[in-house]
């Protein structure tokens, strides 16, 4: 590869070049220069892409269609979607990624395209139960003697304080109290704890209220969570929503196969096991004080739990569970613990007549049950069976092997338009890769690119004679170029890690010798670490998985992105490991057909942090030598946007003397 060639753009790739028709009221006149946006939203200038891809999504609900459409950065296929939604006259399902996005996408675009267009269909926010404030479960959480330290007990003081005063019972509104505060799971609605409970028990139940305005709105906005868990119908409560629905519309949904492989799967969990027991003690003092057996075998049970936490070693894990089937502590362990479950629901099969409490707890010790005994089940190779070890607690997971034959299952149950849409779908310009998680056969397909000037504006620097990722030198070297590109940019850089012991290494080190402030993932809350990088002008970022994506930094703050290695999930990981034997055994090549397209979206993710408006400036810089060096190297750069290629550090600091002389 010679030095500052050009990354060739494939023939029929973007749609820079398409010209809009515009009929009268259609959409992508509504979205264009003399339309209601123009006027009403500062700053706003029509796009062509933009325009193609909200009359595609128009088209496929008209015509009750399957859409699948990449949007590349800085198209706003936010308002693509929105605008079809709200002028279709149809009820209309949004989801989007994650609650941040969901609130957001409720809270700002929403109310910004009804204002435009001047429409006020009802609109609603559904969330997940425990997004939800229960109140039984607060009155009981301020007698629990867990919460009596003095931080929880204040916390508790104000969560109590805040419920006499909300509308929606949504947590996400008391800011005082950090979402990963404990207290949370002792005060939230619980599948387990609230399902078996009828609406007209529970005088001012918040899901049951946020359920009723989702079923008389218009348009409903969820998470891949909870509609997913709909979908599969998990979520008892919430399963009538989507069959009423005409359109379902899915933001961000590269995460879509992964969601819905955990709700299309089983999971038990050292926590739901402990609710259990502690819930069935809470209810044996209140339904049944005669019935001691329930108070003495609830605590063996919690006993059992952890003794079988004990058994699988000291340290966290996520492995096979064939890796430790075998070993009796481990086996003799389990066995004690499946017989306090059984044991626990004799008395509580037998008391349950004596109040709706106790018959919950009997309805999930029965389905604990009935996971368990699936899980020890080997025989059953639809499903991947693996656990995961925490400090104290643990989960026994049942993953499908394959999520798209009970997805388009679900998906042809459902008759109405689908829409799926994300900046990241397309694999070297094919959607094959998306198309075939879900098990989505027949749809149609849109690719538009950004309308940013990536050849102007951007660079992508590949360090030369850099070690490969399995020598020892290659962390040495990553941290030595980033020193270099991070004097060159003064600061303003993210620097993306594909695993916690890389980010460790180079946050010590970065401390030590870089002249610019060092922020690094974990030092605080996600959304405080971002608002600080953003206030500072001249941080750098230290970040792993989670800030690949969802990360919006515009303008000079943000000037260089810096990616270790090409994010390949790993090896080690027992979901991969089992995916890609069931695929080998199906005689399809695991790495082509899933490792590779799997690790080009993650590495698209991570690039698409860099330019985020059409003003902005960067460098990406990518370490990892498999770039240049291996034939896929070429299916990674064909996916990613159309940007001059350096090889040479002097480049790059020519590219920042250059900005800082503008």
Known sequence: ?????????????????????????????????????????PGFR?????????????????ENNILVGEAGTGVGKTFAYLVPALTCGKRVILSTGTRHLQDQLFHTDLPVVKRALRRHPKVALLKGRANYLCRRRLEMAMHNPALRDPTLSAQLAQIRNWAGQTDTGDISEVLEVPESSPVWSYVTSSDDFCSDHNPEDMPGCFVTRARKRAMEAAIVVVNHHLFCADLALKEGSFGEILPETD??????????PDTAAIFFGRRLSSRQLFDLARDSHAEFLSEAPDVVEIKDRSEALEKSVRDFRLSLGLGQRRDAWGAV???????????????????????????????????????????????LESYTDSRDETYIHWFETYRTGFSLNLTPQNVAEPFSSALSQLKCSW???????AVNDSFEHFESQLGIEECNEIQV????DYKKNAMLYLPANMPAPQESTFDAAVLRISLEVVAASKGRAFILFTSHRALELAAAEMRRSCQYPVLVQGQMPKRELVDAFQSMGNAVLLG????WEGVDVRGDALSCVIIDRLPFASPGDPVLQARIQGLQKNGKNAFMDYQLPKAVLTLKQGVGRLIRDVNDRGVLVICDPRLQTKEYGNTFLSSLPDMRIVQKPESVE?????????
């Open 449 to 452: 690119d950004s309308p940013f």
């Open 654 to 662: 020519r590219f920042f003397e250059i900005e800082n002389h503008e």
């Open 419 to 425: 829409v799926f849409t994300s900046a990241t779908l």
């Open 247 to 256: 359109v379902v519309i899915i933001d961000e949904a590269h995460q879509l």
């Open 325 to 371: 089937e075998s070993q009796t502590t481990v086996t003799a362990a389990l066995e004690l613990m499946r017989d306090s479950l059984e044991l626990l629901f004799e008395p509580l099969d037998a008391a349950s007549v004596r109040g709706k409490g106790l018959e919950s707890c009997r309805r999930r010790c029965l389905a604990h049950m009935e996971v």
């Open 46 to 62: 029509a796009r062509s892409e933009q325009q193609e891809l909200a009359m595609a999504i128009d088209k496929c609900i008209a």
């Open 544 to 547: 792993t998985s989670s800030f």
């Open 1 to 41: 590869m010679s030095v500052d060639q050009q990354q060739g753009q494939s023939e029929g790739h973007g749609s820079s070049s398409v010209t809009i028709v515009t009929e009268p009221g259609s959409v992508a006149e509504v979205l264009g220069n003399d339309g209601p946006f123009a006027d009403n939203k």
